[in-house]
Structure formats: C-alpha cells, structure tokens
C-alpha cells in the first residue's frame, strides 16, 4: 500500500471514530508534509518506512526554519512527528505493516515553560476601550473581547458558537465539542453579558441571514471567520499600546491567572478552562505571583528596607 493511500484510510477511519474536523485536517497537512518528503526520497510504500527515515524526518523538522526567522517550538516538533507517527500505530493496529518505525524514535524533551504574556487589568481595560462601540463594529468586537475574558474560551470554541449555545438569562454559555471532543458549561461575567445583550440586540439582527446560528457574524452576515479574530484581538492589542505577544490565547491565559489569584480553586479552573489534566492547569500556579509576592514581603528578611543612617558629624 502506497503512503496517500494509506493516509485516506486513515483519516477515513478517524472520521468514522468521530474526530474533529480540527483534528482531521492537522493530521492531514501534517502527514502530507512527511509524504511529500518521503516521495522526494524514492519512498512510497508504507513498508519503505523504516526507523532510519523517521530519523532523518525528525532531523528535518528540527531544520525547518519560520517565516520570521527561527526554528520551530520543541513543542511543534513534537506535534508533526506524533501525527505521523498516529498514522503508522493505525497501520500496525490494522496489521498492514509489521512494525511500527516511529515506536522507537525517541521525542524531543519539552521544557515546561510558562504562558508567553499575562495581561494586567489596566492593560485589558486599555484594549477594551480601543473598540469604538458607537459603531456596530465596535459593539461586536466588545462583544467578543469581553466573552473571551470571561469565559477563557478558546479561539475555535468562540469560533463555533451558536447563538442558542448563550444562556444570558442563566449567565452560561454552553461549549460544544471543546478540545477533546468535550462538552462543558462555563459561567458569564455581568459585563460580558452586557456587551454581548447590546451585539444581539443592536448589531446582530440587523446582520443576520435566516439560516445563519453563529454567534458572531461579519458585517456581510456571514459567520466570523477563524482567522479573523486574531486579527481583531491583536488590532486593539496594537492599538491600545500592549506590547505584550499573542491574541485571542491573551485573554485565556489572563482570565485563569486573575481567577488563581483572586482565590479560584485549581480544579474549578481546570474546568474553567475545559483542561483534561490537572497538570496543565496547574501551569497558572506558576504564574500566579501576587500572592508568592505578598508572602515574601512578609515573611524575607530581605523585604525589609533599613532605615537611612544618620549622617554623623565631624
């Protein structure tokens, strides 16, 4: 069996077991990046596919360099080996190759890093009123800034949102098919209702097709595009002077650290935020500094400053 034919059996089969459509195209473009070198090597059956050529894949995609300049995160690294590699452990299951070639190639090792930016609360009022909420536009991209900081969504899951997935009434939203394929109920802030009441009431039934359930539309009434809201945080982020890297991740990252830090339960945010594991929940502890602060000033000898000395006279 020839590698293109191999892969549209697999992906066929993960569509069959109900994964994303997300999940579906990652693994797509990914092993299609691995195919297409493979091809260039004169390999194109799945038992041409040895231990050696993940090898030299991974080394491959250790070289790749970004359009700005650099080589890809360890953890990038990671993700296009792992959906290749998800490829050939189907292969094996199915008893179409003998053995697995990736089962013994060894992942990088990923450093445990810390969320790249936290936004302060000055910082996130400044981006807010950015939006020019006289215009509709402005109310709609209110709408979105304070749902995301209210909710720690993430940018897909704001992205698929019905308009009866919003429960203002019962202060809720409903995240359908999150990370994981899971479903989860996540409270809303006062404010962000607020802003989200005037977009439905104001700005969205004047935008709105009949067939159209996204929540937030373009101004042709079309469902928001995934790659637009990006570009709509990281415009008030810009414009509002933040000089801090991200976007939509921004607020996420924001919401559970204020949330840590205002006294929230680790495991309420893990659920908050929608986290399979505990562990990568516990990343906010981390961040979480105010308290570690207050701490240190009342408790290190260090945090104490000594009184200014007397200057002695001659």
């Not at 700005?68 to 292969?91: D, K």
């Amino acid at each position: 069996m020839n590698l293109r034919e191999a892969l549209d059996r697999f992906l066929a089969n993960c569509k069959v077991r109900n994964y994303s459509i997300y999940t579906l195209k990652e693994r797509r473009c990914r092993t299609l990046m691995f195919i297409s070198w493979a091809e260039e090597r004169g390999i194109y059956d799945v038992n041409e596919v040895s231990r050696a050529t993940m090898l030299g894949f991974q080394r491959f995609i250790a070289q790749i360099e970004k359009k700005h300049g650099g080589h890809l995160a360890p953890e990038t690294q990671i993700n296009y080996f792992s959906n290749v590699s998800y490829l050939f452990s189907w292969l094996l299951k199915e008893e179409l190759i003998e053995l697995n070639p990736a089962s013994d190639v060894d992942h990088l090792r990923v450093p445990r890093r810390l969320p790249k930016a936290i936004l302060s609360h000055p910082e996130i009022e400044l981006m807010m009123n950015e939006a020019d909420v006289a215009t509709s536009k402005g109310v709609r991209d209110r709408a979105i800034m304070e749902l995301f900081y209210s909710t720690g969504l993430r940018r897909f899951e704001c992205f698929q949102l019905k308009k009866n997935d919003v429960d203002l009434d019962r202060a809720q939203l409903f995240v359908r098919l999150g990370k994981g394929q899971r479903d989860r109920v996540v409270p809303i802030g006062e404010r962000a209702i607020y802003w989200v009441e005037r977009y439905l009431a104001d700005v969205r039934c004047f935008w709105e097709f009949d067939d159209v359930e996204t929540l937030f539309l373009d101004e042709k009434g079309h469902a928001l595009g995934l790659d637009r809201y990006s570009d709509l945080v990281r415009f008030y982020r810009e414009a509002a002077g933040v000089k801090k890297p991200g976007a939509c991740h921004l607020f996420r990252h924001s919401a559970a650290t204020a949330m840590l830090e205002g006294g929230a339960d680790v495991r309420f945010i893990q659920e908050f935020l929608g986290h399979s594991s505990l562990k990568t929940t516990q990343i906010y502890t981390r961040v979480s500094i105010e308290k570690l602060k207050a701490v240190h000033a009342a408790t290190h000898p260090s945090a104490f400053r000594e009184p200014a000395k007397k200057t002695v006279e001659k």
